[in-house]
């Protein structure tokens, strides 16, 4: 799955963006989870602070 996702991407037009991995903690459990999201090459650094 993940490589269909990784090809189309480095298609021409899908370039500008990127796949971003961010690992949060869990208010209820305590336990740490993985955020995966497609976002602009503007916006990684926004996404990565929130």
Do not use: C
């Not at 370039?15 to 990684?44: C, L």
Request: charged content about 30%.
């Amino acid at each position: 799955m993940a490589k269909k996702t990784v090809a189309t991407i480095q298609r021409g037009e899908g370039r500008s963006f990127a796949k971003v991995i961010k690992m949060v903690k869990s208010p209820k459990t305590g336990a740490y989870m993985f955020q995966e999201e497609i976002v602009h090459n503007d916006n990684v650094k926004e996404f990565l602070a929130k």
